[in-house]
Nanobody
Framework: VQLQASGGGLVQPGGSLGLSCAAS????????MAWYRQAPGKERELVAR???????NYADSVKGRFTISRDNAKNTVYLQMNSLKPEDTAVYYC??????????????WGQGTEVTVSS
């Protein structure tokens, strides 16, 4: 199973950016999908999570600005980021909890995509 993230880049404060992450390989099904981020010198933190049914939760720091969504048919998770702030600068990682058979599941991580918010 591989997770391929894309969409990072440089954006000015107040701007918007969208990330996507597609899972591929021997996938039986996917439960939760999530975005994490890690800023320089800091620990990786949860940004947003979405269940198979679409239930979401967000870090307090991004509530009202970021929106997570998913397309189950495409095994893809998205993160729309609006009103970006310099403190959102980080490497963003996607994660998926994947059933690779009917009795075994594990977490897989994407390779990370860099987001820089700067004027």
């Amino acid at each position: 199973v591989q997770l391929q993230a894309s969409g990072g880049g440089l954006v000015q404060p107040g701007g918007s950016l969208g990330l996507s992450c597609a899972a591929s390989g021997s996938i039986f099904s996917i439960t939760d999908m999530a975005w994490y981020r890690q800023a320089p010198g800091k620990e990786r933190e949860l940004v947003a999570r979405i269940s198979t049914g679409g239930s979401t939760n967000y870090a307090d720091s991004v509530k009202g600005r970021f929106t997570i969504s998913r397309d189950n048919a495409k095994n893809t998770v998205y993160l729309q980021m609006n009103s970006l702030k310099p403190e959102d600068t980080a490497v963003y990682y996607c994660k998926a909890n994947v059933w690779i058979s009917s009795y075994y599941r594990r977490d897989y991580w994407g390779q990370g995509t860099e987001v820089t918010v700067s004027s």
